[in-house]
């Protein structure tokens, strides 16, 4: 799949992620929502104001959902993250990052302090894009939603 992670030498050379990432040919582009350091109970991990252990949950929780779809952090081409207390925090988050993107080239990343995610306690929020090559996967069905079966007409 032809993906192509650069750094223009007419720019500064970012540490630990790529400026420009460029796609073409046939693939899938698959869209994450935001993942925060929560567990399957839907509760923060770690004591209240851990930041790193939040950090790693939410990677933890991406990790899983590129799963779901095929994917790999090697597929992941685009990071956003969001930090609450970014200058006490960025050491910590740039440690946990780095133990995940561990492939040839780093996905272009943004990450943004913000005073408070949307959910409160959270410290830490990553949203991704990745390029995959290959069929789409079955979309999941929504626990509670039935889907109605309409009958086919025969020709």
Known sequence: MPVKF??????????????????????????????????TNNTFVG???DFRAQCAQAFEN????LRAVGARWNDVVKINS??????????????????Y?????PPAS???GVPALARPGGLFEIEAVAVVSGRASRP?????V??????????
Do not use: C, H, W
């Open 6 to 39: 650069s750094n223009p030498k007419s720019l500064a050379s970012p540490p630990g992620y790529s400026t420009v990432v460029e796609v073409s040919g046939p693939a899938r582009t698959v869209y994450f929502a935001g993942q925060l350091g929560i567990d």
């Open 47 to 49: 004591a209240p104001g």
């Open 62 to 65: 991406m990790t899983l959902a």
């Open 82 to 99: 969001f930090l609450v207390d970014i200058e006490r925090n960025m050491a910590a988050f740039r440690d946990v990052r780095d133990g």
């Open 101 to 105: 993107l561990t492939g040839k080239a």
């Open 110 to 112: 943004t990450t943004i």
């Open 140 to 144: 999941a069905r929504r626990s509670g």
């Open 146 to 155: 039935k889907r109605k079966r309409t009958a086919r007409k025969r020709a």
